[in-house]
């Protein structure tokens, strides 16, 4: 069992089959922190509105949540556009998880962290939200294909991999749109007197320096399988966990001028 000051997840998408739930619980169930931040798109109202699906991996996820709040880890939810509703309720608890509209978390060695899902800072969203609904019919359609070929690679022995994921990475626009949200959100964070900012939104995990602030990506549980930690010493990082029931690994550090680092834990199947 690993402990943490604080993590990070994001982009969960409960509710969508799409969601990797149980990939998520084995992740809890390894991993303990002092303080939690759920950085956006939990739950998906979008996708819950057009039709329900909740299996039950995806209510223990929940519940999983809720349990570690009770057990006194901090849990802090800061709403994205996927369950925007839940903005209506900033300032107040549910089941000792606290709804907020961003958040500043200072890490261990006293650096000021903005943290926010990042939605409110994508030009789709705010000007043309009707074409992010056409994205998200399209991106569910992937997602669906993807979910079946998953299903061999598991009975074959090997780790989850994301279609949709490998697609966004081979498309010249897709790759221009990351790299100007990751300048938007690193400008944003200084100029709220901040040393750098955590978000998901995108579905790319990533930690690096961008004009001297840290952009920090916890990525998400569709694609990427991936959150953002940070150890009791000040460090962060990425842990990508595409196996499920296997066994912690120790994880090397990152810097405060880091590239890109993918964890990745062994496991027996």
Not at 43 to 69: C, E, M, T
Not at 87 to 95: A, D, K, P, T, V
Not at 209 to 217: K, V
Request: hydrophobic letters at 40%; proline letters at 2%.
């Amino acid at each position: 069992m690993m402990h943490y000051r604080a993590i990070w997840i994001s982009d969960v998408h409960l509710g969508t089959s799409g969601c990797q739930a149980d990939y998520l619980l084995d992740f809890l169930k390894h991993n303990e922190a002092d303080k939690y931040y759920l950085v956006g798109d939990i739950i998906d109202g979008w996708r819950l509105k057009k039709s329900f699906y909740w299996p039950q991996s995806h209510n223990d996820v929940v519940q999983k949540l809720l349990r570690k709040a009770r057990k006194g880890a901090e849990v802090i939810y800061v709403p994205g556009n996927h369950d925007e509703s839940a903005r209506q309720f900033f300032g107040l608890s549910f089941g000792d998880v606290k709804v907020v509209e961003e958040a500043i978390h200072i890490t261990a060695d006293g650096k000021k962290l903005w943290v926010t899902h990042g939605d409110l800072f994508d030009g789709v969203m705010q000007y043309a939200k009707w074409l992010a609904y056409v994205g998200d019919t399209l991106y569910s359609f992937i997602l669906y294909i993807n979910r079946y070929f998953n299903m061999l690679r598991v009975k074959m022995g090997l780790q989850y991999w994301s279609l949709s994921q490998y697609l966004k990475h081979q498309v010249k626009n897709a790759v221009s749109y990351i790299a100007d949200f990751e300048h938007i959100m690193a400008r944003e964070a200084r100029l709220r007197g901040c040393d750098g900012v955590v978000c998901g939104h995108i579905h790319k995990a990533e930690i690096r320096e961008i004009d001297g602030l840290l952009y920090c990506n916890d990525g998400d549980w569709v694609e990427s399988l991936t959150a953002l930690v940070e150890t009791h010493a000040g460090e962060l990082k990425i842990i990508h966990w595409p196996f499920i029931k296997g066994e912690p690994i120790e994880i090397p550090a990152i810097t405060f001028k880091p590239d890109v680092e993918v964890l990745v834990k062994e496991a027996t199947l």
